[in-house]
């Protein structure tokens, strides 16, 4: 069984390759649904555009991200394509099979949060509005 631990996640923005990111959320496929009542009353479903959620990528806020790519990618929302793969891995770390990518705008940064009272990692953020 596959731990959510063996997976190399790697991002890049507007051709800029941001390197290895620690965390990947969503990017789920799904559809809309369509179904219409028959005469009868019985049902039929059919189907619908598929549509592919959000893409959230975190990785600790460290020096080389806070001197060069923080505001550099503030600058960016809304405007530029990012590419973001998920390669699986053995317990060894050795990639196998196909990464899963997913491709779209940049639509948020989100900046770490501060709290004078915690030593919780502090994670900068990007979401990916995602190309269906």
């Keep these: 069984m596959k731990r959510q631990d063996l997976f190399i996640v790697t991002v890049s923005v507007d051709g800029r390759d941001l390197g290895t990111w ?3 959320q969503g990017g789920e496929s799904d559809s809309e649904e369509t ?3 028959a005469g009868g009353g019985r049902q039929i479903a059919l189907g619908g555009s598929k549509t592919v959620g959000n893409v959230t990528a975190s990785v600790l806020f460290d020096e080389k991200i806070a001197e ?3 505001h550099w990618l503030e600058e960016r929302v809304g405007i530029v394509d990012c590419v973001v793969q998920q390669q699986p891995t053995d317990a060894k770390g050795k990639a196998f099979g196909r990464p899963i990518v997913k491709t ?3 639509k948020k940064v989100t ?6 009272e915690s030593s919780s990692a502090a994670l900068i953020e990007i979401e990916i509005s995602c190309n269906a």
């Design 104 to 106: 779209g705008k940049l």
């Design 22 to 24: 620690d965390k990947k």
């Design 35 to 37: 179904t219409y009542k």
């Design 68 to 70: 060069g790519v923080y």
């Design 111 to 116: 900046p770490p949060d501060a709290d004078s």
